[in-house]
């Protein structure tokens, strides 16, 4: 089983930092593409920002200059740094992963997600 736990979100005020984590565990032979999508009440899931195993990142225009991808390969995890947050940026926030599984044979990449962290921004 492959799975994404998640950690961080919370509350801040406009203008505020929020960090939010994932690490992905399980029985895994690659990740491909990591990521954060979000979804706001009455919204859709929308991208937040991905990243490759490469280390190229990709930014939703609305959070470009104010967020920050990263990863680290040898944990399996991926970090979303929020900076200079704005109340529209209020949303549960979802860790996405591209994974091989380690089976036998090697099977093809597929999507997994986290459970979701809520991140609220309000005065």
């Known amino acids: 089983q492959v799975q994404l736990g998640e950690s961080g979100g919370g509350s801040v005020q406009p203008g505020g930092s929020l960090r939010v984590s994932c690490a992905a565990s399980g029985s895994i032979f690659s990740i491909n593409a990591m990521g954060w999508y979000r979804q706001a009440p009455g919204q859709g899931r929308e991208l937040v920002a991905t990243i490759t195993a490469g280390g190229n990142t990709n930014y939703a225009d609305s959070v470009k200059g104010r967020f920050t991808i990263s990863r680290d390969n040898a944990k399996k995890t991926v970090a979303l740094q929020m900076n200079s947050l704005k109340p529209e940026d209020t949303a549960v926030y979802y860790c996405?992963?591209?994974?091989?599984?380690?089976?036998?044979?090697?099977?093809?990449?597929?999507?997994?997600w986290g459970q979701g962290t809520q991140v609220t921004v309000s005065s």
């Open positions: 996405y992963a591209s994974i091989q599984r380690l089976t036998i044979p090697l099977g093809r990449a597929q999507d997994y």
